[in-house]
């Protein structure tokens, strides 16, 4: 089993900026395709972003495009999510998520196809 634990959110201005970690333990710890997800007050959860295994690809809402960048240390089993100029509509609960083993290397955007969760970390934008 694989446990993910996010970390650094917090209060930012508009504009601003603010780095979460998403940090992966367990028995079997092994990179795997990673997705940041995002749960905005009153509303559903939505894609955010998406890595590979290597960190050779990417992938980027279009909300998002431009201002996040999505990287990943594999030596520290850790995926990073640096959040640039910020916005109010920014705000909301960010979850990573890791595709399991046996589906390690798939491209998806849906999270209901991501096995492993963090708790989440909230991050909220002022105006």
């Known amino acids: 089993q694989v446990q993910l634990v996010e970390s650094g959110g917090g209060l930012v201005q508009a504009g601003g900026s603010l780095r979460v970690s998403c940090a992966a333990s367990g028995r079997t710890v092994s990179p795997c395709n990673t997705g940041w997800f995002r749960q905005p007050p009153g509303k559903e959860r939505e894609f955010v972003t998406f890595i590979n295994w290597d960190g050779s690809s990417t992938y980027y809402a279009d909300s998002v495009k431009g201002r996040f960048t999505i990287s990943r240390d594999n030596a520290r089993n850790t995926v990073y999510l640096q959040m640039n100029s910020l916005k109010p509509e920014d705000t909301a609960v960010y979850y990573c998520?890791?595709?399991?083993?046996?589906?390690?290397?798939?491209?998806?955007?849906?999270?209901?196809?991501?096995?492993?969760w963090g708790q989440g970390t909230q991050v909220t934008v002022s105006s």
């Open positions: 998520a890791a595709r399991a083993p046996q589906k390690c290397f798939s491209f998806t955007t849906k999270g209901s196809d991501y096995e492993y």
